[in-house]
């Protein structure tokens, strides 16, 4: 296994600079997401830490060792990429076989490597077929099952299920849930998907424009985020977001709406001071319809759209300080709010999150 120190990395073309300074850390046996809008560079830093890409400053080690100038061959590493990249020509065996032929091992243990692969990935059936008899979750198993004969320390997906369709992306990501619990190897996994992200990181770094916004597992990326970026980005629907001015900063903050509707929340007495500009933050399914004992904290607001997804319902409402409506989730069996129809919003004080104007968390008290 290899632990990885990202530490000051950067990337240039020229003068155009593409990853700034990033600074992390990835233990031994970790599986760690790399995820963020296409063009942020996360994919980019994989590359460099691949060594397909030429490091333009700082350090990378891996397994303690500084890696800066180690020709990929020696990083004691595989990659498995968006594109499965089998030899057409070649069996399924043959294509698992082929880096271990290359290295020169005996027969016998290329063939004993291979079915060990075979039989973690469940493809041992598929051996003498060729990639045009597979369908695409069956390629893509035996490209990880390439990576996989050769033992590496660390093991780098590059967005691996982008080519598959909702069904084969669920049953993937589960296979390779499974498959670091039973290597307990390194992995890096790169993807847009938020979804990927929370169901497969142990942690979770979210990328911007070439830099690190947080850090953290999926509990806290979505429980706690560390700015507006993180909070719009990890969450379906997004966070709700509600333009408000602190209206007291001595106790518990509170805030005003654009309509003077006042609300609690359980941010740090002292967070932001009085008047300032900030941006109030609630989750769909934390913000509900309000009842009769639901003091305080009430947002009035109009249905424009309803959607119903068998369990639940997505109600969106225009209301006051959003450009946007606001979505919550709503049990499916409660009586259904009609488009055109004033409703009652409860925000729950403790579900609040509040983002200054430059989009930071305040602290909870």
């Given at each position: 296994?290899?632990a990885?120190?990202?530490?000051?990395?950067?990337?240039?073309?020229?003068?155009?600079?593409?990853?700034?300074?990033?600074?992390?850390?990835?233990?031994?046996?970790?599986?760690?997401?790399?995820?963020?809008?296409?063009?942020?560079?996360?994919?980019?830093?994989?590359?460099?830490?691949?060594?397909?890409?030429?490091?333009?400053g700082?350090?990378?080690?891996?397994?303690?060792?500084?890696?800066?100038?180690?020709?990929?061959?020696?990083?004691?590493?595989?990659?498995?990429?968006?594109?499965?990249?089998l030899?057409?020509?070649?069996?399924?065996?043959?294509?698992?076989?082929?880096?271990?032929?290359?290295?020169?091992?005996?027969?016998?243990?290329?063939?004993?490597?291979?079915?060990?692969?075979?039989?973690?990935?469940?493809i041992?059936?598929?051996l003498?077929?060729r990639?045009?008899?597979?369908?695409?979750?069956q390629r893509?198993?035996?490209?990880?099952?390439?990576?996989?004969?050769?033992?590496?320390?660390?093991?780098?997906?590059?967005e691996?299920l982008?080519?598959?369709?909702?069904?084969?992306?669920?049953?993937?990501?589960?296979?390779?849930?499974?498959?670091?619990?039973?290597?307990?190897?390194?992995?890096?996994?790169?993807?847009?998907?938020?979804?990927?992200?929370?169901?497969?990181?142990?942690?979770?770094?979210?990328?911007?424009?070439?830099r690190?916004?947080?850090?953290?597992?999926?509990?806290?990326?979505?429980n706690?985020?560390?700015?507006?970026?993180?909070?719009?980005?990890?969450?379906?629907?997004?966070?709700n977001?509600?333009?408000?001015?602190?209206?007291?900063?001595?106790?518990?903050?509170?805030?005003?709406?654009?309509?003077?509707?006042?609300?609690?929340?359980?941010?740090?007495?002292?967070?932001?001071?009085?008047?300032?500009?900030?941006?109030?933050?609630?989750?769909?399914e934390?913000?509900?319809?309000?009842?009769?004992?639901?003091?305080?904290?009430?947002?009035?607001?109009?249905?424009?759209?309803?959607?119903?997804l068998?369990?639940?319902?997505?109600?969106?409402?225009?209301?006051?300080?959003?450009?946007d409506?606001?979505?919550?989730?709503h049990p499916?069996?409660?009586p259904?709010p009609?488009?055109?129809?004033?409703?009652?919003?409860?925000?729950?004080?403790g579900?609040?999150?509040?983002?200054?104007?430059?989009g930071?968390?305040?602290?909870?008290?």
């Amino acid at each position: 296994m290899a632990a990885l120190a990202l530490r000051q990395l950067a990337k240039r073309y020229g003068d155009n600079a593409v990853i700034h300074g990033v600074d992390l850390d990835i233990r031994d046996g970790e599986f760690v997401v790399f995820v963020g809008p296409s063009g942020c560079g996360k994919s980019t830093l994989l590359r460099m830490i691949a060594g397909l890409e030429e490091i333009s400053g700082g350090e990378l080690h891996i397994g303690g060792r500084l890696a800066n100038h180690v020709p990929p061959a020696r990083r004691d590493l595989a990659m498995v990429f968006q594109s499965y990249a089998l030899y057409p020509h070649m069996t399924v065996y043959d294509n698992m076989a082929f880096a271990l032929q290359l290295a020169g091992q005996k027969k016998d243990d290329i063939r004993a490597a291979v079915q060990r692969a075979a039989d973690v990935l469940q493809i041992g059936h598929l051996l003498a077929r060729r990639p045009k008899e597979l369908s695409g979750g069956q390629r893509q198993r035996v490209a990880i099952g390439r990576a996989i004969v050769r033992q590496p320390g660390l093991f780098l997906f590059d967005e691996p299920l982008s080519n598959l369709d909702a069904s084969l992306r669920v049953q993937m990501r589960m296979e390779l849930a499974r498959l670091h619990a039973q290597l307990k190897t390194t992995m890096i996994y790169v993807t847009h998907d938020q979804v990927e992200a929370m169901t497969l990181g142990e942690r979770i770094v979210v990328f911007n424009g070439g830099r690190i916004e947080q850090v953290g597992t999926p509990r806290e990326l979505y429980n706690a985020p560390a700015n507006l970026f993180v909070a719009g980005f990890l969450g379906t629907p997004k966070m709700n977001r509600i333009g408000a001015t602190v209206a007291g900063a001595q106790g518990p903050l509170q805030v005003r709406l654009a309509d003077g509707t006042p609300l609690a929340t359980t941010m740090a007495a002292g967070a932001a001071q009085d008047g300032a500009l900030v941006t109030v933050g609630i989750r769909p399914e934390h913000l509900r319809v309000a009842a009769d004992g639901d003091a305080g904290n009430r947002l009035a607001g109009v249905v424009s759209h309803v959607e119903y997804l068998g369990d639940q319902l997505l109600v969106h409402a225009a209301t006051p300080g959003t450009t946007d409506p606001i979505a919550l989730r709503h049990p499916a069996d409660s009586p259904v709010p009609q488009p055109g129809q004033a409703i009652e919003l409860h925000l729950p004080p403790g579900s609040c999150h509040v983002f200054d104007a430059q989009g930071r968390a305040l602290v909870r008290g």
